[in-house]
């Protein structure tokens, strides 16, 4: 049935909402939109003067197919070359949808999309439609179609599990942007004693090259080991600059809400690196270093204003 452009005006009002929820379910932003490109297929082709609610039919259309997703893609990922890692988003992606309170900001920050990839589907959409948007249990349920008291069942133990995982401190931008300097200055000093200060003593460093790019997929382990390793990544080189394409520029960011250093060559993003923060330092590093991961960051970062010179260049 052909819609007319009230209908299509509906869903694209919807869409934002629709592209958050599929980001933080399968942690891609070219698998949400593919999962909210098919959500707008159903949507064309259902009578949709039919439908009461249409927010609530596109979230049920929307979630079930990034479970099926999700599904298909934990199978892919036993064959993924290397470690896979969430696709990072930078401060000011629409994609990262709500961040008004302190659970949607942590529902979205790197480290939380990570432990997401050790729920089951359901545990998962579970978290994120009551965490995230703040869906009751009642309409998750239906959702999901399971009873309500599965429905609390499975966010509580999804919440179990993110909790254990992770000591959560919450950082704002001006706070972030001083822990990524003061890790850029450590790293950039040759030496690794610097460096070995801010971090905890049981971090690790680990990356997703996806087997097109170089990457350590068994993290480095221990502060010591970490900055080690830290000190040679931020050695400038000759063969760096050759396997990037041109001189990478790296400046302090954000992405998903933390601490977070991104590399650039000629406007294009090749790198980023999230930096998961405590009271007692940092406990984790994590690279997104695979193109096919970048792609949406390097239109963000095109499409931005940056008047601030490179911290440090390679």
Partial sequence: MALITSDVDRFQAARP??????????????????????TFLRWQAADVRRIEVP????????????????????????????????EPLLTGDPMLGPADTAEQRESVSYAVLVL????????RAVYVLREAFDYPHREIAEVLEISEAASQQLYHRAKKHITDGRAHTEIDEA????????????????????????????????????????ARARAFEGALAVATFMRGLFKPGA?????????????????????????????????????????EGIVAIRSQVNPDKL??????WSAADHPESPLHTL
Wanted: net charge neutral; proline share 4%.
């Fill in 239 to 279: 063969a760096k600059r050759a396997h990037v394409g041109g001189t990478p520029e790296i400046y302090a960011t954000t992405a998903n809400g933390g601490p977070a250093v991104v590399a650039v060559v000629e406007g294009r993003v090749v790198g980023i690196i999230c930096l998961e923060a405590t009271a």
């Fill in 17 to 38: 909402r629709l592209e958050a929820i599929a980001y933080r379910l399968l942690g891609s932003a070219s698998e949400a939109e593919d999962a909210v490109q098919e």
């Fill in 116 to 123: 997401l990839e050790r729920l089951s589907p359901n545990e």
């Fill in 175 to 214: 706070a972030a942007r001083r822990i990524v300097e003061e890790f850029l200055a450590a790293a950039t000093t040759g030496r690794t004693e610097p460096l070995v200060r801010l971090l905890t003593q049981d971090a690790f460093a680990v990356g997703d090259g996806g087997g097109k790019v170089p």
């Fill in 55 to 86: 927010e609530a039919w596109l979230t049920k259309v929307l979630t079930n197919w990034c479970l099926n997703m999700l599904t298909s893609a934990r199978a892919r990922r036993e064959t993924y070359v290397g470690r896979w890692l969430p």
């Fill in 295 to 300: 792609v949406r960051a390097t239109e963000q």
